[in-house]
C-alpha cells in the first residue's frame, strides 16, 4: 500500500526511513496471530461507557489571569492555540 493510502494524506510521498517503518510494522503485525491483534487493539481502545462526564469547574478570576498571563498568545481575551491538522 502506498503512503498516501496509508496515511490518508493527499499527495503524501514515501521515504527510505518510512519505508523501513512500515515494513517493521508490517513484519511485526504479520508475525502474530490475526486474533491476538484485534485483541490487542481492543485492549488498548477505550469504550464510550468508560468515560467520564464532563464537568465545568469554575476558576477563580486570579486563576484565570494567571494563566491568561502564561499563555503564548492571548487575543481579545481568548487564548491562541497554534493550528495542529492543515487541510
Do not use: W
Not at 31 to 54: H, I, P, Y
Not at 70 to 86: C, D, G, R, S, T
Amino acid at each position: 500500500m502506498s503512503l498516501e493510502v496509508l496515511s490518508n494524506i493527499k499527495d503524501a510521498t514515501s521515504s527510505e526511513s518510512v519505508d523501513k517503518l512500515f515494513g517493521k510494522v508490517r513484519a511485526a503485525v504479520s508475525g502474530q496471530n490475526k486474533v491476538d491483534f484485534v485483541e490487542l487493539m481492543m485492549d488498548s481502545a477505550v469504550s464510550l461507557n468508560d468515560l467520564r462526564d464532563d464537568v465545568v469547574i469554575e476558576s477563580s478570576e486570579s486563576e484565570r489571569q494567571t494563566i491568561i498571563d502564561n499563555f503564548p498568545v492571548v487575543k481579545n481575551n481568548y487564548l491562541v492555540v497554534p493550528k495542529v491538522i492543515e487541510e
